[in-house]
């Protein structure tokens, strides 16, 4: 069965560094959104993308943020000055079109800002 | 604006009991509404999903989940719990947007299942 990949499963990184997290999307799917969970909150939305550009992106995802589709497969997550309060799984998730189809989610990255 | 409210953060049942999650959402208009489980390491999974029609709505695993507009609730319920069946589980609504992938979750609630 298909399924959405992320990567890596654990990062541990200090405050103020870049992080990069990779998704690799279920392949023909087209619509891709990140989503994170800090520990004891709720699953919250972050950013979808569509055609190479971001379609949607909830007050979180502020400048630190960015999503990139480098090539045909991998779907990446940037945070470019890591805070304490960026620590929380992050999870990848992918739909094959714009209709009510299901929403497929990877099974998350921790992320740990010391 | 929308909000998902999963009123029991933590149920524990013994095996071959039955379960209800409950879920009361929040939102404007006709509520698409979805269960996701979460197993320990492993992604959210899809359950079942409401759009519209019957409201009652079958899923995997032996799930089903009633849409009760005039209560606001999309409770999930399994007549005879399956020890397989503790993980967390997780209510959400599509919050708008233009791909009906942008949800609003609830906090979650953690089954856990007794011998």
């Known amino acids: 069965e298909p399924e959405v990949t992320q990567t890596p499963s654990h990062q541990v990184t200090q405050m103020g560094q870049e992080v990069i997290l990779r998704c690799v999307p279920i392949s023909n799917h087209l619509y891709f959104y990140w989503y994170r969970q800090i520990l004891g909150q709720k699953v919250e939305f972050l950013v979808s993308f569509y055609n190479n550009e971001i379609s949607e992106k909830s007050e979180i995802f502020d400048d630190q943020f960015s999503v990139e589709r480098p090539d045909g497969s991998n779907f990446t997550l940037k945070i470019r000055s890591t805070k304490l309060e960026d620590s929380a799984m992050y999870f990848c998730a992918s739909k094959r079109g714009s209709n009510t189809g299901e929403l497929f989610f990877g099974e998350g990255s921790r992320l740990t800002v010391l | 604006a929308q909000s998902v409210t999963q009123p029991d953060i933590h149920i524990t049942v013994s095996e071959g009991a039955s379960l209800e999650l409950r879920c009361n959402y929040s939102y404007g208009a006709t509520p698409y509404l979805f269960w996701y489980v979460q197993s320990p390491g492993q992604g959210l999974q899809l359950l079942l999903k409401?759009?519209?029609?019957?409201?009652l709505v079958q899923g995997i695993k032996g799930f089903e989940a009633e849409f009760k507009r005039s209560q606001s609730s999309f409770n999930l319920r399994k007549p005879s719990v399956h020890w397989s069946d503790a993980a967390e589980y997780f209510c959400?609504?599509?919050?708008?947007?233009?791909?009906?992938?942008?949800?609003?979750f609830g906090q979650g609630t953690i089954l856990t299942v007794h011998p």
């Open positions: 959400a609504v599509v919050a708008g947007g233009t791909s009906y992938g942008k949800l609003t």
């Open positions: 409401y759009f519209s029609g019957d409201t």
